[in-house]
């Protein structure tokens, strides 16, 4: 029982005379912990890193009474360490937050916990304070404890937001409550208040992009969503290169003649540039070097260790969750490095740009240079920090699930947005045009250009083996529809489906041939600026028809089963095997006879760009 009695409890009270509780009796685990420290279950290792983590929430400690004081005006209580006798020596001792286990929570008590949670504020709760006037004392709250050591993280996060982020988000908040300010801002965008500024406001203090969601139907859209995104992203080359555009869209801040002295710079000594951005400013190097993610994950790695191997467990349920949990380094790993290309490339042109917005803003006499570099790469390059996404991208895991990729869109709306309001009190229209070239045409042609000419699609977007003025009219068009389309929330995504599906359907007549303007004739054109959750869902639904098509006899697509087959399997594994898609599913319909290569360069060719070359 792991030195609990009855009702799972580790500790019994001690009563006085008056039937109240003076005391707990906690010799049953006591005498648990000596027998683990006796049988080696417990050893020397363990109590070090135990006091470890011990030490790390004590340093944390005075951040945070700094900040409570600041916030309420004097120094919260502390609950004083107490010393442990171990065979290996006496141990200073610390504390770990007492997180209730609300899966074991009964409806009544659940409520208890978070109307004690709320009053109690959310760092009080964690922390070891008892202050006057909270609804419930933290000592007093018998609850089932949560053992899951990745909760360690989230109080670390949640110590470390108090310290730095608490009286200042304070001191936001009184600001939105000031009846002056807010009458203010209603002269100017009526309601913005609740549905912009305080939610903002949340967000950037949580330090999360939505709220999290207690429903097993929310959390598995976020996941998927995640998933989704990992399979189209991984190790895509194509996209990888189009990072490039994102000069053109820097160039609607910054002059031309400024990023290329910039990228000069960076050519001559790139470690040094970089090394002197970082220095400057604590945003970009965030930005560049933050490890959050990969310090989550080794936690979640160690506190959901595969503590039954496959071989040992039992029954085909229990192989399968035993399977499950071996993938999960996998998973980890693939989340760290699904977008390692794009990233590298982007590290680079931040560096490039945000030297090249510093010199800018000190040219034009800026107040602050390095705030004004930072504001360069946070509005032109996409930035998926909680305080700097859309609203609309911090919605619920359904609304995010449909929108995987609008934050660049999104990024571009609101920067063609700013130029317009600009445009309109300077009367500079054709500065605004050549802006909205920057930001729109000139990314979205190139991003064209890039995946044709590393597909072999070529140029002849109608497929009728000549290049005409309709082929150049429909590249120089038709991915700036795209692109604009895709700025459109929701409906964006849908509209991209349906035209690109149109495309493919020649009996549409005039619809068919103005969907292949905008989208060309290939199948996958326009899915990227669609729904990859939906588009990973039905394609693993189609390989299920495949299949059952196969066992009837029929003949199927060898190149596109391999396909659906691979999205399937990682929609049941929660590993991305998109970059498997396209050398598999072209061998695939080699392997078939359905493709059939003239010669050696067009087979590695196909294996490449996972198409039948013409």
């Known amino acids: ?41 417990i050893t020397k290792a363990d109590m070090d890193f135990v006091q470890g983590v011990w030490d790390l929430l004590e340093e944390i400690k005075p951040l945070s009474q700094k900040a409570y004081r600041r916030m309420y005006g004097y120094y919260f209580e502390e609950v004083p360490a107490e010393s442990v006798i171990t065979p290996w020596g006496i141990y200073r001792g610390g504390y770990v937050p007492a997180k209730a286990d609300r899966a074991l929570l009964t409806e009544q008590t659940r409520y208890e916990e978070q109307d004690f949670m709320l009053n109690a504020s959310s760092f009080a709760s964690a922390m070891p304070v008892r202050k006057p006037g ?10 089932p404890l949560d053992f899951d050591l990745s909760r360690l993280c989230s109080h670390l996060s949640q110590s470390l937001k108090f310290a730095y982020m608490g009286p200042t988000a304070i001191q936001v908040s009184k600001i939105l409550n000031d009846k002056r300010f807010a009458s203010a801002v209603d002269k100017i965008d009526k309601g913005v208040d609740m549905a912009l500024l305080r939610p903002w406001l949340d967000r950037t203090y949580q330090q999360r992009v939505s709220a999290p969601s ?52 960076y050519f001559k000594g790139s470690k040094k540039l970089v090394q002197d951005m970082c220095e400057a400013s604590p945003f970009m190097k965030t930005r560049l070097e933050d490890r959050a993610i990969e310090y989550q994950s080794e936690i979640e790695t160690i506190a959901t260790m595969d503590v039954e191997g496959v071989a040992k467990a039992k029954g085909v349920i229990g192989k399968a969750l035993a399977a499950d949990r071996k993938l999960e380094p996998v998973r980890q790993w693939a989340a760290r490095n699904a977008y390692i290309l794009q990233r590298i490339v982007q590290n680079n042109m931040d560096a490039v740009i945000w030297t090249a917005a510093r010199n800018h803003g000190e040219a034009i006499g800026t107040k602050d240079p390095v705030a004004y570099a930072d504001s360069v790469v946070r509005r032109t390059q996409s930035d998926f920090a909680p305080e700097n996404i859309s ?48 930001i729109v045409w000139v990314p979205s042609v190139l991003s064209e ?26 590249l120089l068009l038709g991915p700036l529809f795209r692109n604009l ?49 939906l588009q990973l869902i039905g394609s693993s639904g189609a390989f299920v028809l495949d299949a059952a ?51 050696a360069a067009e087979l590695a060719a196909g294996l490449y760009t996972g198409r039948e070359q013409n």
């Open 549 to 599: 098509a196969a066992l009837n006899g029929e003949e199927v697509n060898a190149r596109s089963a391999a396909r659906n087959f691979l999205d399937l399997t990682t929609l049941l594994t929660g590993v991305p095997t998109g970059p498997l898609k396209k050398p598999l599913g072209y061998a695939a319909g080699v392997a078939s006879g359905q493709i059939q290569p003239d010669n």
């Open 134 to 143: 909270f609804t419930m004392s933290r000592v007093d709250v018998h609850n």
């Open 1 to 41: 029982q792991g030195g609990r009695g009855a009702d799972n409890v580790w500790a019994d009270p001690i009563y006085d005379e008056g039937n109240n509780i003076v005391g707990w009796d906690t010799s049953r685990f006591d005498g648990f912990i000596a027998r683990c420290y006796a049988e080696g279950i």
């Open 391 to 438: 609203g609309i991208e911090a919605s619920g895991p359904l609304m995010r699930f449909v929108l995987v990729f609008y934050n660049y869109f999104g990024m571009q709306y609101n920067l063609l947005g700013d130029k317009w309001a600009v445009a309109k009190q300077t009367k500079q229209y054709g500065r605004f045009a050549l802006d909205a070239a920057l």
């Open 449 to 474: 250009l890039i995946a044709r000419t590393l597909t072999g699609e070529g140029l002849d977007v109608d497929d009728d083996d000549d290049i005409d003025a309709w082929d150049a009219l429909s």
């Open 214 to 265: 207690d429903s097993w139907i929310g959390s598995k859209l976020n996941s998927l969503r995640g998933l989704a995104g990992m399979n189209v992203m991984a190790l895509n080359l194509n996209n990888t290169i189009q990072q490039i555009t994102g000069f053109s869209v820097a160039a609607a801040e910054v002059p031309a003649r400024e990023l290329a002295h910039a990228q000069a710079l």
């Open 485 to 533: 389309i895709s700025m459109i929330p929701v409906a964006g995504g849908i509209l991209n489906i349906g035209g690109a599906t149109a495309a493919q359907y020649e009996k549409a007549g005039a619809l068919s041939s103005a969907a292949q303007f905008v989208y060309g004739s290939d199948p996958y054109v326009g899915k990227m600026l669609s729904t990859p959750a």
